[in-house]
């Protein structure tokens, strides 16, 4: 079963249901012959951003299970069994075209219904910025390369993890009042040698100003690593993960849990860095994607 109705024409697909969805902001969506209506809420459909999908159903619903991006989506019914909600990244490199979304829907009457979503992820260019570091942060000496690979190796690990169970709830705080500089996606050259894209967002913060927990998590990681100088990792579940970087020091242990606005550590400069400022990555089930855009979905307006 298909939720819209396409039509191609010279190349450029024109789909009533997006027509439906541009006006949805008015109307509530309208359900199809199979009581259900499917949107999104995002920034933009573009590499590293979050996108929120809705189900709406007219019976309620038992279970939501979503494929994207070759992966799981998980859904959960927001306050009434008639709507649910899943998170989706879309990777920074992600590139432009149409991605479904693949979903499985049963009702609690027993109905199976299936359906899909189109996310048509339009082309970002990000800038380039030319820093100049100390130069073991550009070519580290050899005795520290297998320091290096131990951690990335470590690090990769756990952001292929999915816990199964959700942790965040409701919406997301800014881990520091200060400002964030438009730095995700960035390519930086460092003194003259190109490096991997940034994945994550830098927030002014003089040093020892407290981090703090946008959301419920687990401490997965709080450890001092090469480059990214004083770490902790958080797991908020369902392959979610928050990942704090250059703090002066930590005050969380692996294995504790934290609530939203929980401090659990102050910014720093440790690592790799030019000054003192807090970086955050986000992941979504292994998408690198720009936690100002799960702040615009998850307005952070009530927290801090
Ligand atoms: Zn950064």
Redesign the pocket.
Known sequence: MKIKICFRNIGVVLCLGLVMLALSSIAAPQLNDSGLAISHEARALQPGEVVLLTVRSSAPIQSVQGKAFGKDVFFFPDGEATLWRGLIGIDLGASPKNYPVQLAITRLDGKNLQAHYDLVVKDKSFPTRRITVQEQYVNPPAEELERIQREDKKVAAIFATVSPERQWAGNFLRPVPGEATS?FGVRSILNGQPRSP?S???FRGEAGTPVKAPNTGKVVLADNLYFSGNVVILDHGWGMYSYF??LSRFIVSEGDSVTPGQIIGYVGATGRVTAP?L?WSLRLAGARVDPLSLLAVFSDTHGN
């Open positions: 730095s940034h994550g967002t830098d970087a250059h400022h970086h």
